[in-house]
């Protein structure tokens, strides 16, 4: 009475060495029969056959050069199905020798000194993501589903109609399951592109995993409360990654809170995602960072005025240009993880991706420097790009490794990152031996690292939390003062020898001007400092006080969570007074912490 199961949707990659097979599980299915012969073959009793468990395979110890065809069978109650189609593939010594038209404008992938609009725009060779020899190992993103949460995506253009499934995507404007909506609204569209644009089809451009599955989720069409819950919860069990290249606007300098479901949707995708092992859920960490001119200067804007940006599920990703530098606009904090590739914006090099069919992108055939293909644009720039380029190493790092957990995840990029722009002299090195800056993270994935690290990787142990330990100072803050007030919190028996995250929550209410105080947090034993707010100017003309705000900062992963913790306030501009009135600091970590990179 049990059915047999059958497979559909055999595919077949070409690497150095081996061939990445990947098909859709079969429902029932408890193992599957491959089937391959250096021949065509349709007996399968003319092929040597491998029991399997489930996708992607990496058949290995190939003979480069020569061709192997492939057929599956599932293997459920009832018996082995009927083998699928065949498929076949080659692996080669160079199996990418033909990439798509506009690969060699993709300056995040292989950067080799391409140049911008301005002759002195050009980048640093290097200054990449590392991911040609991964791709050369068999990892594309097979197997992987990436949610795009943002615009519309249109799922029908011609570089990702191969990666984004007939189902699965939601349009929250008209209540349908087509996410390409208006042909006005292009951000989706290119932030998707960056992650998977298909390779080898000989269109356009390549995603940093250009066979990994997109899913369009366009949020911001129709952005609610309601529909944030749904879009960072809708069938999680099957979610894998999560792109947000969206956040709040912060840029008057004033704290933006998030919507209110935003920390319940959280929780959910980080305990129930992937069957238990917790979506990855990455997001842009603004571009409100630099400094502009209107009626009032706005500078120093920080990562952490921003409420999305401040829960321990959720990677923060800064943005760099192509010397490997922080791009203007980009925000800094204590709470960014990583940094991706992206540009500065303007006429210089950005981001080559793909963009509306039609003229009703960003390129819209005008522009002298744009290209002459206006289905796709080289002036793409933002933490929007840089988010999309993380999440597809992410992905590689997901089919390197399908049993990596979200915090296994975070751990492997901290560890691997590049240390960009080494001149720079806001880096530090914690106390348990990261390097970390406001303006990067841990620096920038380097996606062979990576990958290499995920696939011999040990889960972390179980996630512990310690806290609130709160105090209520209730001190004046000294005015216009560069000593500043502090108060300490003594931690004893937390059983966290390993931080993974911090959360401070801090209240100053009664202090008319907020942005007129500098905020760090001090791990007393092993001298880390976290600034989790600068003295900055409001836009506006009036920053309201800080009212139980919550901080976060990721600079002291690794260190132990007892001992003194000191959170040092200073004001630093004239006139305008308060009270730190009471913090309270939350860790979350393990008792011994992760092992290294094997």
Same mark, same amino acid.
């Given at each position: ?276 092992? /917790? *979506? !990855?859920? #990455? &997001?842009?960490?603004? $571009? ?5 001119? %209107? ?96 999440? /597809? *190493? !992410?992905? #590689? &790092?997901?089919?390197? $490794? ?5 915090? %296994? ?190």
């Amino acid at each position: 009475n049990y059915p047999v199961p059958t497979v559909t949707g055999l595919t077949a990659s070409a690497c150095i060495g081996q061939n990445a097979l990947i098909w859709d599980p079969a429902p029932g299915a408890f193992s599957y029969s491959l089937y391959y012969s250096t021949s065509a073959f349709t007996d399968i009793e003319d092929a040597t056959k491998t029991s399997v468990t489930a996708p992607p395979v990496f058949h290995t110890g190939l003979s480069n050069e020569t061709t192997y065809y492939y057929r599956v069978a599932a293997v459920g109650e009832a018996g082995e199905g009927l083998a699928s189609p065949m498929k076949s593939a080659t692996p080669s010594l160079t199996p990418m020798n033909t990439p798509d038209p506009l690969f060699q404008g993709q300056w995040h992938l292989t950067n080799t000194g391409q140049c911008g609009g301005a002759p002195e725009d050009c980048g640093t060779p290097g200054e990449d993501l590392n991911v040609q020899p991964v791709w050369d190992a068999c990892l594309r993103g097979e197997g992987v589903r990436v949610t795009v949460v943002d615009e519309e995506l249109e799922i029908g253009h011609e570089d990702l109609d191969q990666n984004t499934p007939a189902t699965g995507h939601v349009d929250y404007r008209e209540n349908d399951n087509d996410p390409t909506g208006s042909a006005t609204r292009e951000h989706g569209t290119a932030v998707g592109g960056i992650i998977a644009a298909r390779d080898g089809n000989g269109l356009g451009v390549h995603g940093v995993a250009p066979r990994a599955t997109l899913i369009g989720y366009n949020l911001l069409t129709k952005y609610s409360s309601i529909n944030l819950l749904d879009s960072f919860t809708r069938d999680v069990v099957n979610q894998d990654v999560s792109n947000n290249s969206w956040g709040n606007i912060t840029k008057a300098g004033d704290l933006v809170p998030a919507l209110s479901s935003f920390a319940m949707a959280m929780e959910e995708g980080t305990t129930l995602g992937r069957d238990g092992k /917790g *979506v !990855v859920y #990455l &997001m842009a960490a603004g $571009n409100d960072g630099g400094c502009a001119t %209107d009626a009032v200067e706005t500078c120093l804007v920080d990562s952490n005025f921003d409420g999305y940006h401040n829960h321990r599920g959720m990677l923060i990703v800064a943005a760099v240009d192509a010397d490997g530098v922080k791009a203007d606009y980009s925000e800094r904090g204590a709470n960014l993880w990583i940094s991706g590739p992206a540009g500065p914006g303007g006429d210089g090099l950005n981001i080559t991706t793909t963009d509306r069919t039609g003229t009703t992108g960003y390129n819209d055939g005008q522009s002298l420097i744009e290209l002459d293909n206006i289905n796709y644009t080289n002036d793409f720039a933002g933490t929007s790009a840089a988010t999309p380029a993380v999440a /597809g *190493v !992410v992905a #590689l &790092m997901l089919q390197a $490794n399908p049993d990596l957990g979200w915090r %296994d995840v975070r751990h492997i990029l901290a560890q691997t990152a590049r240390k960009n722009d080494a001149a720079n002299g806001e880096w530090t090195t914690n106390g348990a031996g990261y390097n970390i800056n406001l303006n990067y993270g841990f620096g920038i994935p380097d996606a062979q690292a990576a990958t290499a690290c995920a696939v011999g990787w040990t889960n972390v142990g179980t996630e512990l939390s310690s806290g609130p330990h709160s105090a209520t100072p209730a001190m004046a803050i000294p005015d216009n003062d560069m000593t500043g007030i502090s108060d300490t919190i003594s931690v004893a028996a937390s059983g966290i020898g390993a931080i993974e995250y911090i959360n401070v929550l801090f209240s100053a209410s009664d202090h008319p001007f907020a942005g007129d105080l500098e905020i760090t947090l001090i791990n007393e034993t092993d001298g880390t400092e976290s600034v989790l707010a600068p003295a900055h100017e409001c836009g506006g003309g009036s920053c309201d006080g800080y009212d139980e705000w919550e901080f976060a900062t990721v600079f002291h992963l690794g260190e132990a969570a007892d001992g003194d913790w000191t959170l040092r306030v200073r004001d630093l501009g004239p006139l305008d007074t308060g009270t730190f009135e009471s913090w309270s600091i939350i860790f979350y970590g393990t008792a011994s912490g992760p092992g290294s990179c094997p």
